[in-house]
């Protein structure tokens, strides 16, 4: 099993970072959205997968951590955006030479849980996803290597059931929130 121990400092913040720079990928897609709506969402994910503690060591180290934001200022949404999509698929890669198949797979699911829960936080217009946060989310689900929609197939109002899940403690995150 892999954990912190495996990375040095700057790869274990480079995997840390990964979740929530989806989460503010999926928050600045459509404007209007509520940063405090969306942060508790995120912290919802983290909190049930904190409960599900002792399935995959490397998730449980990743959720015991404060989640960790890119603090940069961008210029632009686009530029944070971009910055975000290349750091996901950098974390994966990295994940891809140091972890498990099963525990890269962990790290996918619970990135695209996470977008998924922020996505659906703030009810914009009646409408609980929006165009621009799906489409968001389909980026990050490339970037993270996912290219087949039937393997994360989103609706207007995604389930995390819909999202295809191994036995591991992300199953349980998606269907607890």
């Keep these: 099993?892999?954990?912190r121990a495996d990375f040095t400092e700057e790869e274990w913040e480079l995997v840390l970072e990964g979740p929530?720079?989806?989460g503010m990928i999926v928050l600045t897609a459509q404007r209007g959205g509520s940063f405090r709506e969306s942060s508790i969402a995120m912290e919802?994910?983290?909190?049930e997968a904190r409960r599900?503690?002792?399935e995959s060591?490397?998730?449980d180290e990743i959720v015991a951590a404060k989640p960790e934001r890119d603090h940069t200022r961008y210029h632009s949404v686009e530029e944070l955006k971009q910055h975000g999509l290349q750091h996901l698929r950098e974390a994966v890669e990295l994940l891809e030479r140091k972890a498990t198949a099963?525990?890269?797979?962990d790290y996918r699911r619970f990135v695209l849980t996470l977008a998924d829960k922020v996505a659906n936080a703030y009810r914009e217009g009646g409408e609980k996803v929006s165009d621009a946060e799906r489409?968001?989310?389909e980026e990050i689900a490339a970037s993270l290597g996912k290219t087949d929609r039937s393997e994360h197939e989103l609706s207007s109002r995604a389930?995390?059931?819909?999202?295809?899940?191994s036995a591991t403690c992300v199953q349980r995150v998606g269907r607890a929130l």
């Excluded at 919802?44 to 909190?47: D, H, L, R, W």
């Excluded at 099963?102 to 797979?105: D, T």
């Design 1 to 3: 099993m892999t954990g």
């Design 20 to 22: 929530p720079s989806a």
């Design 44 to 47: 919802k994910v983290y909190v």
């Design 52 to 54: 599900q503690h002792g």
């Design 57 to 59: 060591e490397l998730l």
């Design 102 to 105: 099963a525990e890269v797979e």
């Design 135 to 137: 489409a968001a989310i």
């Design 159 to 165: 389930r995390p059931s819909q999202i295809p899940h």
